[in-house]
């Protein structure tokens, strides 16, 4: 509001108001935008890291209802009886757009990958992570790295079981950084106990203490027990 020339007031906005009202907006715009991006980029990463979980899930319940397990994958420890598993019970129930049996090609090359703590995942090399693996792509974009291990590789995924099993890393945004485990790269473990994330028999102190200030190998049990919430500890951390 100001005077016009006959001192009567006239309402409107001088061109000095108009531009400290554009800055003040820019300003605000500026400090809250990253923001509300970066909780969006969060909020789709869950949503994701859900429905790969439940994916992988309902694929392993048709196994399962067709009497298949995964002692069948390593029964003999070789890729053939891998892919042979893979082919017949596996993939019909899954939407895939690329498959590689022990070779590059359907996941990050070797040094890509790390967990949480900045060093690389166990049994990493050429081809994925592991050996005798499977890796592939689904049309939704995640990248799956499948490895069969023994009983006490189980540990060190968190389970307490006597069982042999098959470990399923995932990485819920494909191609996209930061390719942390713990933040975009997930692991599930198929063993006796069904198919169950990494850290499923540790306490939740444990879970929470591996997957907030650890490697990140149990950030997806931490995740199905805080309601598929990415911590903002863990989005906030420097990978």
């Not at 980029?41 to 694929?59: C, G, H, P």
């Not at 009497?67 to 596996?90: L, P, R, T």
Request: charge should be negative; aromatic fraction near 12%.
């Amino acid at each position: 509001m100001s005077l016009n020339f006959f001192g009567k007031l006239k309402f409107g906005f001088t061109l000095a108001e108009v531009l400290i009202t554009l800055g003040i907006i820019g300003v605000v715009s500026a400090m809250t935008i990253p923001t509300l991006m970066s909780n969006y980029r969060k909020r789709q990463l869950e949503t994701q890291i859900k429905a790969d979980f439940s994916i992988i899930q309902q694929t392993l319940r048709f196994a399962e209802d067709d009497g298949v397990s995964y002692s069948m994958a390593i029964s003999d420890g070789s890729d053939a009886s891998m892919k042979e598993w893979f082919d017949s019970f596996i993939a019909p129930h899954l939407k895939i757009s690329q498959i590689c049996y022990n070779q590059p090609g359907c996941w990050h090359k070797m040094g890509v990958v790390k967990s949480m703590t900045g060093n690389p995942p166990k049994y990493e090399n050429n081809n994925g992570i592991g050996g005798n693996i499977i890796t592939f792509k689904i049309t939704n974009g995640t990248m799956f790295n499948i490895d069969g291990n023994t009983a006490e590789d189980m540990a060190s995924f968190g389970l307490d079981t006597t069982s042999d099993g098959l470990t399923f890393y995932f990485d819920a945004n494909g191609e996209g950084k930061p390719n942390r485990v713990g933040r975009d790269i997930y692991i599930m473990v198929w063993s006796d106990q069904g198919l169950v994330p990494a850290g499923y028999n540790r306490t939740p102190q444990e879970v929470e203490s591996n997957c907030l200030r650890g490697d990140g190998y149990y950030c997806l049990q931490y995740l199905v027990t805080h309601g598929w919430e990415i911590s903002d500890i863990v989005w906030r951390r420097k990978v």
